[in-house]
């Protein structure tokens, strides 16, 4: 890890998240959990479909960040892209 983070800017996603969106998703918050104390912000309200493989990224992401004594919010209204969250358990990660 290097030096203690500060809040990045939000992270907004919109339309389809597919496998390709996945892959540099994963990336971007790859870069952002390999400091100390983390605390990043993903924003779904534009998103219409939610990959699986998008999904796997936003549990790992709230694993590094929890393991990193950082944070992690992700802002989705209701809708499918909120159940598939909460079905994931990143129900807690909501706001």
Do not use: F, K
């Not at 597919?18 to 983390?38: C, N, Y």
């Not at 219409?48 to 989705?76: D, F, M, P, R």
């Amino acid at each position: 890890m290097t030096a203690t983070g500060t809040a990045s800017p939000p992270i907004r996603l919109h339309g389809s998240v597919g496998v390709p969106e996945s892959l540099d998703l994963r990336i971007r918050l790859s870069q952002l959990t390999a400091v100390l104390r983390p605390h990043i912000s993903i924003d779904l309200t534009q998103v219409s479909q939610l990959h699986l493989a998008a999904v796997n990224c936003l549990v790992v992401a709230a694993v590094e960040t929890t393991a990193a004594a950082g944070s992690l919010s992700i802002v989705a209204t209701p809708g499918p892209v909120h159940d598939l969250l909460e079905l994931a358990g990143l129900g807690g990660w909501i706001r």
